[in-house]
């Protein structure tokens, strides 16, 4: 079971990247999906996350309307579109996965503690002034 993701980079702020984040090894569909971020030296915080019945999008107060989480359920997919990027979105980005079935998106540790049930390895995004 995987959970590759890709399209980071190096851009200049206020510029635009979106990540992509493909499943493979199983379905996911009953899954709550997310971002999460790391920089160096800081504890990871997740960036945005969706539920698996795309009912319920959750954004970190950070994020500012900058964000936007999109997934495909069918295709085992998520995208992360980020516009008007800042030198302090600067990080390590990977996504994630947890187990929701009938919970809460809120009542997830994704939420609650930062943590998940499968994970990828990162893409590096890089905001210069």
């Known amino acids: 079971v995987q959970l590759q993701a890709s399209g980071g980079g190096s851009v200049q702020a206020g510029g635009s990247l979106t990540l992509s984040c493909e499943g493979t090894?199983?379905?996911?569909?009953?899954?709550?999906m997310g971002w999460f971020r790391q920089a160096p030296g800081k504890e990871r915080e997740l960036v945005a996350a969706m539920s698996w019945t795309k009912s319920t999008t959750y954004y970190a107060p950070f994020v500012e309307g900058r964000f936007t989480l999109s997934r495909n359920v069918a295709q085992n997919t998520m995208a992360l579109r980020m516009n008007n990027l800042r030198p302090e979105d600067t990080a390590v980005y990977f996504c994630?996965?947890?187990?929701?079935?009938?919970?809460?998106?809120?009542?997830?540790?994704?939420?609650?503690?930062?943590?998940?049930?499968?994970r990828g390895r990162g893409t590096q995004v890089t905001v210069s002034s």
């Open positions: 994630a996965a947890e187990l929701q079935a009938g919970q809460n998106l809120y009542g997830l540790g994704l939420l609650r503690d930062r943590s998940y049930d499968y």
């Open positions: 090894g199983r379905s996911f569909s009953q899954y709550a």
